[in-house]
C-alpha cells in the first residue's frame, strides 16, 4: 500500500467486526497502536447509552474493545483531551478517532504548540453530523414514536436517520427532521469538511459495502497504522473499487450542497447597520459569565487570556468586553465545532455568532483553519 | 470520569467531574450546560478528625462523638440538605438512637417540574433566574420563545420578563394582593426568608408552583427527615438552653444575613460538625469529623422536581455515622441497605433521570409575613455561592440615580450605615435597580436580615 | 470602571475622540500641534504608547465600551517604525478590528488608522478637525450608556 491508496478494510476479529462501526476498523487500528507500540495511550469513546459517550484514555486494549460502535447522539470535541494527553507526557505518542472537526482542533493547538502533531495519530472520521443527545430523545418520542429507552441502534444511510429497537425499524429523512427542528445539530448543517482530508487516514462507510470501512491513506504516519495492523494479523485489506469511489466523492458532493443550502439559510446578512448592532447587543445580553464557551473551544489556547483579564464583571457596558475580544481572536482560527453553543446556558448561538465574523476574516485572508500547519493571518505580520 | 450532580443548588444540575470537569450533555434538567458555580467547583481545604481544637486519629473522634451523644441531653440534629439521601438516612437514624429527629430547615414540599415551565403560557417569577437558579433560565426562554409572557415580581427590573414589578420592601404586604389566576409561579423555598414565599404559595394554585431550592439535596433531605424547625427557631432555642448539643451535618449556620445569631453557638454544651472543608466552623466546633466534598458522595439525590438522580462517588460520610452508631452499641449500618430504604421511603421502584415521579404534598404553611422599615435597603442576591457560603462578586449593583444623588466617582465605595454599623463596598451601576435599593451577592457584616433597612451618607465635594 | 462625566449637563454633546499614539513619531506630531498653535478641537483623549504595535484591540473595545465616539490609530509611517515592524504589526491588527467593528454595526468613521510623521503638525491638526467633524456628523456611540455624561 502507499499514501493515496484508497482500500476497504475490516476487522479479523468477529466479535469486533459485529460489534465495531463497519466492520470494527476503527477499533482495530487503536488496539493494533497499542499492541504494536505504535502509541501509549489512546482516546476513545465508552458508551454509557445510546446518547452517552464518555471520552477514557487508556493503553488497556480492553478497554478500547468495549468502545466499539459509533455514537451520532454524543457531539463531544476530543481536542482538550488531547491536550491534556501531551500536558501529563510531553513526550508521549497518542492515537484518537478524529471527526473533522477534531482534526482541526488538534491541528490549531499544534499550532500553538500544545500538541506534537508528530506523535499524534490521527485516525480520521468521516462525518455527516452529530446530533444533541436531549434534543434526540425528544425526536424519537415526537417523530419516530420510539422510547428512547429500547434503541439498540442507530445508523445514518442516505441521507436518513435510522433508529433500531427489538421489535422495529424506522427511517426518516435528515431533511425533513431538520425542518421540524430536531436533527443534527446547527453547525454540522452548515459544515463542509465532511471528509478529514487533514488527518493521517479517512474512514467511513461510503463507498463501503456490508461490515466494511472504506480508508483513504493521506500520510506516512497513515500507512504506518495500517501497516501495523496487518502486520499483528488484526485487520485485512482490498482496494476500494471504482464503484465505491464514485459513491464517496458522490456522497461528499451532495453532503457539500447540502451544507452550502444551509449556511445560506442560517447566515442571512443584516443589511441595516443599527439593526446588526441590535442585534449583536441582544443576542448577547443574557451571558451569565460562566466561561464555558472559553473552557470548550477546542482552538482556545491561552493560559492567561485577554477576554478575561479585559473584563470586569463590575463595568456596565452594553456588550461583553469578554465575547468582543474572543470574538476578534478567533476570527481566524473558528473551525465552527459548535461546543460553544452546546455548553452556553443562557442559550446564546454563539457559533453563529463566531462564524459570521470568521467568514469575513477567513474570507479575506483566504485562510482555513485547521487544515495544514499554515499559521493563522493574526499570527502573522507581512 | 465519575458522574455527579452540582452542588450548587437544588436544581440537579449533572456533569462528570474528576480532576477535571467535563459536561454531561444528556443529563436531563440542564443538557451538560452549568452556571458560574458548576465551572468553578473549588477544591477547599479538607477537614481533618479533631477534638476541642486538636488533630485527632479518626476513631478517636469519633468515639468522642459517640460519648458526646450519650451525655449530652437535648441534642438537635441539622442537615440542610448537602448530602445523599443515603447519608441524611444514615444521620437520621443516628438522631433517633437519642430520640431526635434531624431538621432541614426547608419545608417537605415538591412543585412543578421544568417540562411545565417549558409548556407554559404564563410565568410569574420572584426570582431573578439570571443570578439565582441560572440554569432554570433557560427554561423560561423556551417558553418565551413559544409565545409565554413572563411577569416578574422583584427588587429590580428582569432582563426576561416581558412586565417587571418592582417591589418596594416598604410596601411588600402588595403581594397579597397579586392575582395569580392560571399562572405558572417560580420561587424558591431557602431557610431564610420562609414567611415571604409561604405568602405566595398560600395565595395560588398548588399545581402551579415551581418550588426552587438552594442546597443539593435539600428536596430528598426534607423528604426523608420529618420535623420541620426554622433555622431562627433553632438558634433561639439554643440561646434559651432547651437544645444543649448540635450535631451539624454538611450545613453552615453562617448562611444568615445576621452574624450575630451565630454567638449562640456558644451557648451550646458540644457542637459536632461533619463536614468536608476546613472553615470558620470547624475551628468552633468541639468535634470536627471529616466528610465527602458535596459532589464525591456517592447516592441518589432528589433535585427541586423530585426527580432522582444518581451520583457516583465515595461513602466516607456514611462510614463516619456508621462507626459512631456501632461504637454507642447500636445497629451498623452499610451504604447498599440505606440505598434499599430510602428507595423504598420515597416509593421509588427503578431510577430513571428521565422521569418525574408523581408527588401529592399537602402544604398549608401559617405565615406572617415580615415588616421593614426605612427608605431604603440592602437586600441580599442569594446565588449559587453564597448558598455555599462563599464570595464569587465582591461588588453590589446600584442604580445611576444613586450613584449620582450620592456624588459617587469612579474608584470610590459606596458607604451604607445599618443598625449594626457601617461598611464601604465596591459598586456597580445597573438600570434596572431602583433609586432606593442596594443588592448585594456577597454577605456584608451590617446586615439584619436578607432584607436590611440602610441609610447612606452623602459624598462631601 | 465607568466614566463619570461632567454634572454639568450639557445642551450640545461634544464627541470624545480616544487618540492612541506612538510615543515618536505621532505624539511628536500631536505636539507640533499644539506647540505651533494649530486650532484642534477639545474632543480627544491622547493615550501614549511607546509604539503603534503596543495598541492592543483590547484597549480600543474598552474605550469604544467606555463611552468613546471614535478611536483612532496613529504611529510612525510604514517602514518608519522605531522599533522596525511594530507598526506593520498595528496594521494587521486595525484591519482585523475594522472588519470585525463592521460586522458589529459600527459606523465604519468610529475606527480609523492615520500613520502621522513627527513633522506633520498641521497634516495632524487637519485630520483631527476632519474627524471631529464627521463623528459630529454621525451623532454619539450607540456603545455609549445614556448615564455616562
Redesign the interface.
Known amino acids: 500500500m502507499n499514501i493515496g491508496d484508497r482500500v476497504v478494510a475490516w476487522s479479523k476479529d468477529e466479535e469486533i467486526k459485529k460489534e465495531g462501526a463497519s466492520g470494527g476498523l476503527v477499533t482495530s487500528l487503536l488496539t493494533a497502536a497499542l499492541k504494536g507500540e505504535l502509541v501509549d495511550e489512546v482516546i476513545a469513546l465508552q458508551k454509557k447509552s445510546e446518547f452517552e459517550g464518555v471520552p477514557i484514555r487508556t493503553s488497556d486494549v480492553d478497554e478500547v474493545i468495549k468502545c466499539s460502535g459509533s455514537l451520532h447522539a454524543a457531539p463531544i470535541n476530543l481536542t482538550k483531551f488531547a491536550v491534556r494527553f501531551f500536558e501529563e507526557h510531553p513526550d508521549g505518542t497518542l492515537a484518537l478517532p478524529a471527526k473533522p472537526c477534531d482534526a482541526r482542533g488538534i491541528i490549531e493547538q499544534a499550532k500553538r504548540k500544545k500538541i506534537d502533531l508528530e506523535k499524534t495519530y490521527l485516525i480520521g472520521l468521516n462525518c455527516g453530523g452529530t446530533m444533541g443527545p436531549i434534543t434526540t430523545m425528544k425526536m424519537l418520542e415526537k417523530m419516530y414514536e420510539i422510547d428512547p429507552n429500547e434503541v439498540i441502534e442507530e445508523e445514518i444511510e442516505r441521507g436518513k436517520l435510522i433508529f433500531k429497537t427489538e421489535k422495529e425499524e424506522k427511517a426518516i429523512s435528515i431533511d425533513e427532521l431538520e425542518e421540524a427542528g430536531y436533527g443534527r445539530r446547527e453547525n454540522c448543517r452548515y459544515c463542509e469538511i465532511n471528509i478529514p482530508v487533514m488527518a493521517d487516514l479517512a474512514c467511513g462507510n461510503w463507498g463501503a459495502g456490508e461490515n466494511e470501512t472504506f480508508v483513504e491513506i493521506f500520510t506516512e504516519k497513515g500507512l504506518k497504522l495500517m501497516n501495523n495492523a496487518i502486520e499483528l494479523g488484526l485487520i485485512e485489506t482490498a482496494p476500494a473499487t471504482e464503484k465505491g469511489i464514485k459513491i464517496r466523492e458522490k456522497t461528499n458532493g451532495v453532503m457539500e450542497k447540502v451544507a452550502k443550502k444551509w449556511h445560506e439559510k442560517i447566515f442571512v446578512p443584516i443589511e441595516d447597520r443599527l439593526e446588526r448592532l441590535h442585534y449583536y447587543m441582544d443576542v448577547m445580553e443574557d451571558c451569565i459569565d460562566c466561561e464555558a464557551c472559553k473552557y470548550v473551544c477546542p482552538v482556545c489556547a491561552c493560559d492567561e487570556s485577554k477576554c478575561i483579564d479585559f473584563y470586569d464583571p463590575m463595568d456596565s457596558h452594553k456588550i461583553s468586553i469578554y465575547h468582543l475580544i474572543r470574538l476578534l481572536h478567533l476570527s481566524d482560527s473558528c473551525i465552527g465545532c459548535g461546543q460553544c453553543t452546546d455548553v452556553c446556558p443562557a442559550e446564546i448561538p454563539l457559533t453563529t455568532l463566531h462564524r459570521r465574523m470568521a467568514d469575513r476574516i477567513q474570507t479575506k485572508y483566504n485562510y482555513v483553519p485547521g487544515m495544514d500547519m499554515k499559521i493563522p493571518p493574526s499570527f502573522e505580520v507581512e | 470520569m465519575n458522574k455527579i450532580v452540582c452542588p450548587g443548588c437544588n436544581l440537579g444540575c449533572g456533569l462528570y467531574k474528576n480532576d477535571v470537569l467535563y459536561f454531561r450533555k444528556n443529563a436531563p434538567v440542564n443538557s451538560g450546560k452549568l452556571c458560574r458555580f458548576g465551572m468553578k467547583l473549588h477544591k477547599y481545604e479538607k477537614a481533618l478528625p479533631m477534638v476541642d481544637g486538636k488533630e485527632e486519629k479518626l476513631p478517636n473522634a469519633i468515639s468522642a462523638a459517640s460519648k458526646k451523644l450519650a451525655e449530652t441531653k437535648e441534642f438537635a440534629f441539622v442537615s440542610f440538605g448537602n448530602v445523599t439521601c443515603e447519608e441524611q438516612l444514615a444521620f437520621t437514624k443516628l438522631a433517633s438512637t437519642v430520640g431526635s429527629n434531624v431538621y432541614t430547615c426547608i419545608p417537605g414540599f415538591v412543585g412543578a417540574n421544568i417540562e411545565k415551565i417549558r409548556q407554559s403560557t404564563e410565568i410569574i417569577t420572584f426570582i431573578d433566574p439570571y443570578a439565582t437558579y441560572p440554569l432554570i433560565l433557560r427554561h423560561i426562554l423556551y417558553a418565551k420563545e413559544n409565545g409565554a409572557k413572563i411577569t416578574s415580581y422583584y427588587w429590580k427590573k428582569i432582563r426576561i420578563a416581558d412586565e417587571s414589578v418592582i417591589l418596594n420592601p416598604a410596601e411588600i404586604d402588595k403581594i397579597k394582593s397579586i392575582d395569580f389566576g392560571d399562572s405558572l409561579v417560580i420561587l424558591d423555598l431557602n431557610p431564610l426568608n420562609l414567611e415571604f414565599s409561604n405568602e405566595i404559595i398560600n395565595s395560588c394554585n398548588r399545581e402551579n408552583i415551581v418550588c426552587l431550592k438552594p442546597f443539593l439535596n435539600s428536596t430528598g433531605a426534607s423528604l426523608l427527615s420529618g420535623e420541620e424547625k426554622s433555622i431562627y427557631q433553632i438558634f433561639e432555642e439554643i440561646k434559651e438552653k432547651k437544645i444543649k448539643g448540635l450535631y451539624l451535618l454538611e450545613s453552615d449556620p453562617g448562611i444568615v444575613p445576621d452574624d450575630a445569631l451565630l454567638s449562640a453557638l456558644d451557648n451550646l454544651d458540644v457542637l459536632i460538625v461533619q463536614q468536608s472543608a476546613h472553615n470558620s466552623l470547624s475551628d468552633r466546633a468541639n468535634i470536627v469529623l471529616p466528610n465527602d466534598r458535596t459532589f464525591e458522595g456517592k447516592g441518589t439525590v432528589l433535585n427541586f422536581e423530585g426527580r432522582v438522580l444518581e451520583t457516583e462517588g465515595e461513602t466516607e460520610g456514611i462510614e463516619v455515622i456508621s462507626e459512631i452508631l456501632k461504637s454507642g452499641g447500636k445497629e451498623e449500618t452499610s451504604y447498599d441497605s440505606l440505598h434499599a430504604e430510602v428507595l423504598s421511603k420515597l416509593g421509588i421502584t427503578e431510577i430513571d433521570e428521565y422521569v418525574v415521579p408523581e408527588y401529592n404534598i399537602a402544604y398549608k404553611p401559617e405565615t406572617e409575613l415580615k415588616k421593614y422599615e426605612g427608605k431604603a435597603h440592602l437586600i441580599y442576591v442569594y446565588t449559587p455561592f453564597l448558598w455555599n457560603n462563599t464570595i464569587d462578586r465582591d461588588f453590589v449593583e446600584i442604580s445611576p440615580g444613586l450613584a449620582e444623588s450620592l456624588n459617587l466617582h469612579k474608584d470610590r465605595l459606596l458607604e451604607m450605615t445599618s443598625s449594626k454599623g457601617s461598611a464601604a463596598v465596591k459598586y456597580k451601576i445597573v438600570e434596572t435597580v431602583p433609586d432606593n435599593i442596594v443588592l448585594s451577592p456577597m454577605k456584608l457584616p451590617i446586615s439584619t436580615d436578607v432584607i436590611t433597612p440602610v441609610e447612606f451618607k452623602p459624598e462631601q465635594n | 470602571?465607568?466614566?463619570?462625566g461632567d454634572r454639568k449637563m450639557e445642551e450640545e454633546w461634544t464627541p470624545k475622540i480616544t487618540l492612541f499614539c506612538c510615543n515618536w513619531c505621532s505624539y511628536a506630531g500631536s505636539d507640533d500641534a499644539g506647540v505651533g498653535r494649530k486650532q484642534q478641537p477639545p474632543t480627544t483623549r491622547t493615550i501614549r504608547v511607546m509604539c503603534s504595535g503596543r495598541t492592543?484591540?483590547?484597549f480600543v473595545?474598552?474605550a469604544l465600551?467606555?463611552g468613546s465616539d471614535a478611536v483612532l490609530f496613529t504611529g510612525c509611517h510604514i517602514g518608519d517604525c522605531h522599533y522596525i515592524?511594530g507598526n506593520?504589526?498595528a496594521?494587521?491588527?486595525f484591519e482585523?478590528?475594522k472588519?470585525?467593528l463592521?460586522?458589529?454595526?459600527?459606523?465604519d468613521e468610529r475606527l480609523q488608522l492615520q500613520w502621522i510623521s513627527a513633522s506633520e503638525g498641521s497634516e495632524f491638526a487637519e485630520y483631527i478637525r476632519k474627524v471631529t467633524e464627521e463623528i459630529k456628523a454621525i451623532g454619539p456611540s450607540?456603545?455609549?450608556?445614556e448615564?455616562m455624561k
Open positions: 470602571m465607568h466614566l463619570r492592543d484591540p483590547g473595545l474598552a465600551l467606555e515592524s506593520y504589526k496594521k494587521k491588527r482585523m478590528l472588519e470585525i463592521d460586522e458589529l454595526g459600527l459606523e450607540p456603545l455609549r450608556q448615564w
